[in-house]
């Protein structure tokens, strides 16, 4: 088997063509971002001036100190010592399945996915996709997962928040998941890059690390904190071996991070609390929106609500199809949505007919009014 992916990206490439083209992008994962000068505004007075002050040279591979002992605080059982950081969580994804998995080995993924958690095991070992149930508003089933474990079985990998459909697990599900990796000594390898904007706090999951000693918490500052462009992820584990075998690895790709964004990921931690809050309230206004749009067009989408992420995976009910919806949309008004044919699995049938929209971002309001205004000129 190669270690080479085998499938390009479907979404990175749809993403290529049009994240910087589309006049609206309805389909953002990350919420809104914010102007350098805006995130220096939020630095202490010491953090400020060690940033003006810094030498540009290489960094430590595991991540500066400070940003490492930082990451360690949004846990609640880790230290800087558990913590590698990486050139985003992508490059996080692609070391661990290197690391982790060999040719004899199995892994279990969900579908549908964030591609790079089944493509990237897929290119080493045999690997099985556990459905999320649309008809059971997209949950795991945990007997399915059981039913899928082989002997061989290294990792399971999950996604909550889950990208695309936001779904978070209940936390009795989540803890047979737990309890069945657990049982096997399987490493659980949990993406919680949507971790931080739920719906209501009570139902946010516990991060994998800080419940199971082979658990893996992936995140990073992309998504909740919208700051994609400091290329800072992190895993957080507890095994000291496979810490410095991942290490190891990272030699070979990144080497380490860039300073001056490990100190701007510094001080965005540090300001987490307000950062998170005008994110989170940006996503409740452009909820709201949505109910509203989606309430205009009840024939057209099944609507409801996700559970947390700043995306959702809306049905769609037009007798022309999701696939000729979004392109017409795209083409016609400028609004950029992913059908679900960019989330085609190798593992599973992906459900059909559904679109990602993502609501992250300031401009949704415009990316909603622009829809409506295409939509009831040519729909109605
Ligand atoms: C579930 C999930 N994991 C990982 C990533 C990669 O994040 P990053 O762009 O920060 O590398 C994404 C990005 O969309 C994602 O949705």
Redesign the pocket.
């Known amino acids: 088997m190669s270690a080479l992916p085998k499938r390009d990206f479907a979404l990175e490439v749809y993403m290529s063509k049009w994240e910087f083209a589309a006049k609206h992008h309805l389909t953002a994962?990350d919420a809104e971002s914010m102007p350098l000068v805006s995130l220096l505004s939020l630095a202490t007075p010491v953090d400020r001036a060690e940033f003006d002050r810094m030498h540009l040279g290489y960094t430590e591979t595991f991540g500066a100190p400070a940003l490492r002992a930082e990451i360690a605080r949004t846990y609640e059982h880790v230290v800087a010592d558990d913590v590698l950081c990486f050139a985003?969580?992508?490059?996080a994804?692609y070391a661990a399945m290197q690391v982790l998995l060999g040719p004899s080995d199995h892994a279990i993924t969900i579908t549908p996915n964030?591609q790079?958690?089944e493509t990237v095991p897929l290119s080493i070992c045999e690997v099985t996709g556990i459905p999320l149930d649309p008809e059971n508003d997209w949950n795991l089933d945990p007997d399915r997962l059981k039913a899928a474990l082989r002997p061989n079985t290294k990792v399971v990998s999950i996604?909550f928040p889950h990208?695309p459909t936001g779904k978070i697990l209940s936390q009795e599900t989540y803890h047979a998941v737990v309890e069945l990796c657990r049982s096997r000594g399987i490493w659980l390898f949990s993406?919680e890059?949507?971790r931080l904007i739920e719906r209501t706090p009570s139902i946010r999951m516990t991060q994998a690390v800080d419940v199971y000693e082979r658990g893996i918490s992936?995140n990073?500052m992309?998504?909740a904190y919208g700051l994609?462009g400091l290329?800072i992820?992190w895993l957080a584990l507890k095994d000291r071996d496979l810490l410095k075998r991942l290490e190891h690895f990272k030699h070979f790709l990144s080497i380490c991070n860039s300073g001056p964004s490990e100190q701007l990921a510094l001080i965005a931690l540090k300001a987490r609390a307000q950062i998170l809050e005008r994110n989170r309230g940006i996503v409740r206004d452009n909820l709201a929106l949505l109910d509203e749009f989606f309430g205009h067009f009840p024939d057209l989408f099944d609507w409801r609500r996700p559970d947390g992420s700043c995306v959702a995976f809306v049905r769609y009910r037009g007798a022309d199809g999701v696939e000729m919806f979004t392109r017409e949309l795209i083409e016609q008004a400028g609004v950029l949505l992913l059908p679900s044919s960019i989330y085609r699995s190798e593992l599973n049938p992906v459900p059909e007919q559904y679109f990602r929209i993502g609501f992250g971002r300031k401009a949704v309001p415009a990316g909603i009014a622009a829809m409506r205004g295409w939509l009831e000129a040519h729909r109605r």
């Open positions: 994962s985003g969580a992508e490059e994804i964030y790079a958690a996604n990208n993406d890059v949507y992936l990073v992309s998504k994609p290329r992820g």
